[in-house]
């Protein structure tokens, strides 16, 4: 079993010849994210950019390193992969690159006031109960005030060429999700981690079928085999097709869950939530909890191996 590695914060640490890892910290999840800084023939290329806390600042750890940052590229629009690119910018001047369907959510959700009210009326819908919806409003506002993205970035398409790497899709855990890949090289942003698997949740206005993306984006990685991944959280991946393989089987293994959770007895994705990740969750962490079980309830519907029905207020599953 891999042991989570220690984290020295802020301080760019070379990976292999060319590539550095920056870890900036959380208050929250995982208490940590890995940006990387990719070296090319004009400068370094910036994967991700934090969360968008006040300390470490970009520039003092970018003086660490020799060599201009000449773009910046986002892999997914969540808050502690985006949150951090106008300090980035600030402190660079390089340009901003995001896919054009991230940017897109991104703008709706962080450009937005009321996001975490819609939200929460969202889940509402699928059987939250008001007085948590309401905590989950006001920890999204807290939450949204860190988030600094850039507007109009130049927007990239998968298949696309960013400084001799390519840009691939790998939708799932968010619907605009993309890696880079070069030589091998797959620096994967949140699509593949380890020890901890990543979050694929539904979310609304988003993608109807996130884990069947997620499932062929994991089929993918393990056809390209690639040497290495570097990911947003976590350990290095040394044996990507493995690691997907083995997210792939877990996720097979809640789908089987989610659906022994189903009866004729109509319950919604907040009730099965609680089959599926247990009774006693913090409101931040059921949000969560919610949008993956509902993630893995829709995977089921389109499997033809459970039902959804509603009354027109809630959103219901029953066994197929
Ligand atoms: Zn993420």
Known sequence: MAKLIEHTFAVPTEVEPGILRVTLPLPSGPRHVHCFLLRGDDGWTLVDT????????????????????????ITHMHPDHVGGAEAAVRATGAEVLQGRLDYSQCERVWGST??????????????????????LIESGHVFADFVRFVWNPTLVEPGDEVDGWRVVATPGHADGHLSLLRDGVLVAGDTLLAPITPA????????????????????AIAELDPRVSYGGHGETILEPAA?????AAHHDDRLDRTEAALAAEPRTGYDVSHDLFGRT????????AVAEALSHLERLVVLGRALRDGDGRTVTYTAA
């Open 50 to 73: 934090g969360l968008g806390l006040a300390e470490p600042s970009w520039e003092d750890i970018l003086a660490q390193v020799d060599g201009p940052v000449t773009r910046i590229f």
């Open 114 to 135: 009321d996001w975490p009210e819609r939200i929460a009326d969202w889940f509402v819908i699928h059987g939250v109960p008001a007085a948590v919806a309401e905590e």
């Open 200 to 219: 694929i949740g539904l979310y609304p206005q988003s993608r109807p079928d996130p884990l069947g993306d997620y499932t062929e984006t994991l089929a």
């Open 243 to 247: 690691r997907a393989r083995a997210i």
């Open 281 to 288: 969750l913090p409101p931040i962490q059921r949000r969560f």
